[in-house]
């Protein structure tokens, strides 16, 4: 007999209303397959991720239903504490897990973190640093891991480059004002309304500017997951030679892409998606020897998520959203 567990998941696709396709109830326990430890989640985070799987984007239906969740610090079946590395790839696979064209990512394939328990393979198990509280450590396997590998690995930001990062309060946002900050670029920032601007300065962003607002130079480097309402201004932002990163298109893609001014400038488009263990295990290294936290908006218990993903599908989010099984 197989003891039920508490979770979110999806039901259905719904593109136009995702919180209708969501469902809080209990589904069966998980099995580990061979190499596979249970997790006991003790916090999930919340990302876009989970709504554009409500919406039917990466999920498709015959993979329903699904609990969601990237997220999660907790403790394996020997009682010690992990923080949970997101991408699943192949067994077989050797080096960069983000390119395995195989790889998944937890409740695309397998069921996910929102759950009191979940299955993951033993080698996406990273130790979380007591420094770190389980809410903390559950911000950062996507959001906060997509900010580094975008800005460290994918841009090359070195102290003293200016960085421009496009939106002020989501996760990835917000993770990469801080980390931009902490590593000592000079790091302006886009946001929607006073209020987000005022948070952006409050995280470390030098100073933060209307969405299209003309800055007050051009900058080496930008951060884009917005996609269509932002890219023009992305793309004129940028100096001769720069660099603009997308690991996502929030508002969908960009039509003009302006590639007359990208091929003329030389300026450089580039890809970025999630980030390998070893990546996450440097970022956790970076948040405990410089106290960078993530900032935590709400935890939540399970069972109220809905409100979470509520609060992220309005646009009305400041940091991370945190659910406790
Ligand atoms: N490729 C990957 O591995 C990867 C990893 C993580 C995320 N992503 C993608 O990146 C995107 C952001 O993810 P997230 O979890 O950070 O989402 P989130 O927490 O919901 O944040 C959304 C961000 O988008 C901005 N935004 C939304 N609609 C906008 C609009 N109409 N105009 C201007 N700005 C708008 C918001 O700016 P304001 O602050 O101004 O409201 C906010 O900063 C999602 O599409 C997600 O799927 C991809």
């Not at 302006?188 to 209020?195: D, F, L, P």
């Not at 298109?249 to 892409?257: V, Y």
Request: charge should be negative; include cysteine; glycine fraction near 8%.
């Amino acid at each position: 007999m197989i003891s039920p567990v508490l979770a979110a998941y999806a039901v259905a696709n719904d593109p136009d209303d995702p919180l209708s396709a969501l469902r809080i109830d209990e589904r069966p326990d998980p099995e580990p397959p061979d190499g596979w430890a249970v997790v006991t989640v003790k916090a999930a985070s919340l990302n876009h991720h989970d709504l554009w799987s409500l919406r039917g984007v990466g999920l498709p239906e015959d993979r329903l239903p699904m609990i969601l969740g990237c997220d999660a610090a907790g403790t394996d079946d020997q009682g010690n504490e992990v923080v949970v590395h997101s991408v699943i790839s192949d067994a077989s696979w050797r080096g960069d897990e983000t390119f395995d064209p195989r790889r998944t990512l937890l409740s695309e394939l397998h069921p996910g973190t929102f759950a009191e328990r979940v299955a993951v393979p033993r080698r996406n198990l990273l130790p979380k640093p007591p420094e770190l509280s389980f809410e903390e450590a559950a911000c950062l396997p996507t959001a906060w891991l997509t900010a580094y590998r975008m800005l460290f690995t994918r841009a090359r930001v070195v102290p003293g480059m200016t960085v421009l990062v496009q939106g002020a309060s989501g996760g990835v946002a917000t993770a990469a004002t801080t980390l931009a900050s902490a590593a000592g670029a000079r790091v302006w920032v886009t946001g929607r309304s006073e209020r987000k601007r005022d948070y952006a300065v409050k995280l470390g962003a030098d100073q933060a500017f209307e969405p299209g607002a003309r800055l007050p130079e051009r900058v080496d480097v930008v951060l884009e997951t917005i996609g269509k309402a932002t890219w023009g201004h992305s793309v004129r932002a940028l100096k001769p030679g720069g660099v603009i990163v997308t690991s996502g298109a929030t508002t969908g893609d960009p039509s003009p892409t302006e590639l007359n001014r990208i091929f003329f400038l030389q300026l450089s488009v580039v890809g970025s998606t999630m980030g390998t263990r070893d990546e996450l295990e440097r970022l956790i290294r970076f948040c405990v020897g410089k106290g960078v936290r993530p900032e935590i908006q709400m935890t939540l218990p399970l069972d109220e998520a809905r409100r979470g993903f509520a609060a992220m599908d309005a646009g009305d989010i400041y940091g991370k959203i945190v659910f406790t099984p």
